[in-house]
């Protein structure tokens, strides 16, 4: 092992003999954009100073570091997009420190998903570096790849910035390089004294001793040894360590940022994880929004393109695959596949003329094209976020710049041979070929079927003629009809345009192919027939015939996401060995299907892993119109919205299921019916109704409005809707049709009247004897009972009011004194918590939470500060500090009314509450 200093003598590099060439260079381009942005922040620390932050341009910054100018700035633009620093216009460009030029400035905002997936890890990264006096030790786990050290190096940046800028080391070292060498290992830690060992020749400082003031980042730690973590122990607990060969204790102030991919109970010793308070844990990139994923790709394609100094141009299906192959490495392997890529895109571009490099999918790895094959997956998602794109994406050479390059569509046809060509061209094979030849038909089209700018039309008798556009009119009114569905303007002008450029290629007797012909007949025999009498409209203004491939093409017109196979997904998950997958194996015997799939979570099974796997179930079952999670009880019946946040998918969750209600929304689900339908269908369903969560469904308090009837569904549900267009219904207030037996009827009412307010029953048929008002079907369509409705819901929503009813709901169940001081300054807590720490606290919450201050302050009245707390967690509670910080603050005038102190227990639990911790 050697140690080299660079020509100005900043940073020490450690070379060891069986580190490879590139982990070298990596750590020297490390090394040599953290002395960029050092040097910038004092640059800028020096201008703060005199006056004006004004930056500093690459090359006076080159020539003051005595670096290359082009590896200046590129560093400096990864800083940039990084959100380390910011660019100031103007010739030439300058560079500072972010947000230094305003009153504010995220150092984290450069951090994707910092808003989004990351942002817990985020919020709890900035409060263990602001933590006092020197912040708290952090663990970051996570996969590979997932982003643990950039992480680190945010917290870094961050403590710089908190600190006013002042210089502080940052020391990176991999554990994994001396795993099984102690004695290396305490000697780079902690230093050797001279004559400490043989070859031990003159005095060496340890990475504590470079890091003292400062971050030590510890890679990998889970590598380390026992005796590796025992040796640290000193240093977090006292401060103090030992060189070898040194009896002196010296002492250091440095703050540790472990990583670790393995996981942290089974791997790290529990005498070393308890001096380690704060625990950050990294999602894979599997998990986090495709959003997210996207501005990963665009970031690392612009980063190739300021290599190259050349523009890059990407396909749709290439984003597409590199946005939903599985990604095992993560964050990591996404950058070094999009860096094969752009390779093999450089070689096959060298020496052509074009204004940009081109990647096509021939270019991605086999394991990422396997993501362009999979691209049904998550269908909403996806198309929500290329919406706008056409088939090139450029990211530019000089900025974050990406767009979209635009084809025109009257090269429609030329542009798919162009595509099969270069395919062929590139060694794709036939089914690689006829697979993007039909996924670009389908963007093609895609684009008419959502309304497009209406201005467009202004400028379409520019392009098409006059006689044709009314032809083109004529039939849509027909297909309107014919497929009673309304076609927006944007229809209109795809098709004349479309037509138009078909007809000009038949008149040349150039051919019309289309891949999809088939599959479109098929699969869409309604669309189809429809489209073929496209001839009889055209005939008015052409004598041509238009073939039966061109005919598929504009069947395409006419398809939306509904058709096809979409439908509600129906997913079944319990607790034991078989209860899940026996039922959704009865219900799919029963149903001739595989509609219902099971989960069977292990009693034992963590519910991390439960939500990871159940997580990965909904999407790949995903059919485009939501799923319908049925569980048993437990934390099962909370993941219905953290999966939907994962996926992008709609989920819900119903629990107490059994296997009647499996097969009630199997058999809803298999007709087609809607999510929101299939819902209440198996809410009604149910015998006892049990806890069904209707995002949010208070459980006091909640008005209901009945539709009944005898024969179906389908009167109750024209009823409903006529009442939710007629009436004004606050969100507490449901309208639910409901099928019934006139005989069964009163059981089922007064079951729904347990967990509902009954406001009203709206029925075919009269009862003879019910505590609640009946509207017969006849009179529910007159002016004078919809009048009668409205005021019914007006009474009923100006009685319910949670916070007026606290006072007697405490008064009757806590012992503690002036119940009316105490509510006023509870709803100054509520409203406090919302509008200035932002916290979302549900109406059905607010009873509970009212309940369990009261019952705190009684709590501490009564045992004169002699209160045990067993069930409280201090190491989760620190990660949390400052959430209870705020309750204490919240807290502080109830305090001083009933002349108590708010322990951290007590403000910890009321915290876990306010903030859905």
């Given at each position: ?529 429809v489209a073929c009498k496209i001839r009889d409209y055209l005939g008015k203004y052409t004598t041509l015939l238009l073939p039966e491939d061109e005919i598929g093409y504009i069947t395409k017109f006419f ?322 500090r400052r959430e209870i910080e705020v309750i204490k603050n919240l807290m502080r005038p109830i305090e001083e009314i009933y002349n108590i102190t708010i322990p ?14």
């Open positions: 092992m050697e140690r080299y200093r660079d020509r100005i003598g900043f940073w020490v590099i450690i070379i060891d003999k069986d580190m490879s060439l590139n982990t070298v260079k990596g750590m020297v381009v490390s090394m040599r954009k953290d002395r960029i942005y050092q040097e910038v922040v004092n640059i800028c620390k020096e201008q703060g100073n005199s006056g004006t932050i004004t930056g500093i341009d690459a090359m006076t910054l080159a020539k003051r570091l005595h670096l290359e100018r082009s590896n200046v700035s590129f560093d400096l633009n990864r800083l940039v997009e990084e959100g380390f620093l910011e660019k100031v216009n103007g010739r030439p460009v300058r560079y500072r420190v972010a947000g230094k030029g305003s009153e504010s400035g995220n150092i984290f905002s450069g951090l994707i998903g910092y808003d989004g997936s990351l942002k817990k890890a985020v919020d709890q990264a900035k409060a263990a570096i602001a933590y006092p006096p020197l912040g708290l030790h952090t663990l970051i786990s996570g996969p590979s790849g997932v982003g643990k050290s950039l992480l680190a190096e945010y917290m870094y940046r961050f403590a710089v910035q908190i600190r006013g800028g002042k210089d502080i080391p940052f020391v990176k070292f991999n554990c994994a390089d001396y795993a099984n060498n102690p004695q290396i290992l305490l000697s780079i830690l902690f230093g050797v004294k001279k004559g400490a060992y043989t070859g031990a020749d003159r005095d060496r400082p340890g990475l504590v001793e470079e890091a003292n003031g400062g971050i030590l980042f510890l890679d990998e730690v889970h590598r380390l040894p026992p005796e590796g973590q025992e040796m640290l122990f000193s240093i977090i607990d006292y401060g103090e360590y030992r060189p070898m060969g040194e009896s002196k204790v010296n002492k250091a102030d440095v703050l540790f940022i472990c990583a670790t991919t393995e996981s942290i109970d089974s791997s790290l010793l529990r005498t070393f994880l308890r001096r380690i308070p704060m625990v950050i844990s990294m999602p894979p990139l599997n998990d986090r929004p495709l959003k997210e994923r996207f501005d990963l790709i665009s970031r690392f394609f612009n980063e190739e393109s300021l290599r190259i100094k050349k523009p890059i141009g990407v396909t749709l299906d290439s984003i597409r695959a590199l946005l939903l192959y599985n990604c095992t490495g993560n964050v990591g392997e996404l950058r070094n596949d999009i860096q094969i890529a752009c390779a093999k895109a450089f070689l096959e571009n060298l020496g052509k003329e074009t204004g940009y490099i081109e990647v096509h999918t021939m270019d991605l790895t086999e394991k990422v094209r396997q993501g362009f094959r999979d691209s049904g997956r998550r269908k909403n998602e996806m198309k929500a976020l290329l919406l706008g794109y056409s088939d090139m994406v450029i990211f530019g050479a000089n900025s974050d710049n990406v767009y979209s390059a635009e084809r025109g569509v009257d090269d429609f046809y030329e542009l798919i041979e162009r595509k099969r060509a270069e395919l062929k061209k590139r060694g794709a094979g036939d089914e690689e070929v006829e697979e993007t030849i039909g996924r670009m038909i389908d963007e093609y089209f895609e684009r008419y079927r959502t309304e497009q700018d209406s201005a467009q039309l202004k400028n379409l008798y520019n392009v098409v003629d006059k006689e044709l556009i009314e032809c083109i009119k004529d039939f849509l009114d027909y297909a309107s009809r014919a497929l009673d569905r309304r076609f927006g303007a944007g229809i209109l002008y795809g098709l004349a345009i479309h037509v138009s450029s078909t007809i000009n290629r038949l008149e040349k007797g150039l051919p019309i192919k289309n891949v999809k012909l088939n599959e479109i007949k098929v699969k869409y025999p309604h669309q189809y027939s398809i939306n996401d509904n058709d096809g196979d979409s439908r509600v997904s129906i997913v079944v998950a319990m607790h034991g060995n078989s209860a899940a997958s026996s039922i959704a194996e009865v219900v799919n015997r029963l149903l001739l299907s595989d509609i219902v799939v099971g989960y069977d979570m292990a009693l034992d099974q963590k519910p991390e892993d439960a939500l990871y796997e159940l997580t990965e179930i909904v999407r790949r079952e995903d059919k485009g119109m939501g799923t319908i999670l049925m569980v048993d009880m437990g934390s099962l019946c909370y993941f219905a919205d953290s999966i939907a946040q994962k996926t992008g998918i709609r989920v819900r969750a119903i629990d107490m299921v059994s296997t009647p209600m499996v097969l009630e929304a199997a058999e809803k689900a298999l007709r087609g019916y809607s999510m929101d339908e299939v819902y209440d269908s198996v809410f009604m369903f149910s015998p006892f109704i049990g806890r069904l969560r209707r995002n949010p469904v208070p459980v006091k308090h909640n008005g209901l409005i009945l539709c009944c009837c005898t024969t179906g569904e389908g009167t109750a549900v024209v009823i409903k809707k006529y009442i939710e267009d007629n009436l004004k219904i606050p969100d507490f207030v449901n309208v639910m049709p409901i099928e019934f037996e006139p005989s069964l009827i009163s059981k089922r009412i007064e079951t729904l009247a347990k967990s509902f307010d009954i406001l009203a029953i709206i029925s075919s048929f009269e009862f003879s004897e019910t505590e609640w008002p009946v509207i017969t079907v006849d009179k529910i369509f007159t002016d004078k009972t919809i009048l009668k409705l409205q005021d019914i819901i007006d009474k009923y929503s100006g009685s319910v009011n949670i916070m007026d009813t606290l006072g007697e709901v405490i008064q009757e169940n806590v012992d503690i004194p002036y119940v009316d001081v105490f509510i006023k300054e509870f709803k100054r807590f509520v409203k406090e918590a919302e509008t200035v720490y932002r916290a979302d606290i549900p109406m059905n919450r607010l009873v509970g939470l009212a309940l369990h201050m009261a019952c705190s302050i009684e709590k501490i009245i009564k045992s004169d500060g002699n209160l045990v707390y067993k069930e409280y967690d201090r190491g989760n509670a620190e990660i949390h951290d227990e007590e403000a910890w639990a009321v915290a876990k509450i306010v903030f859905s911790l």
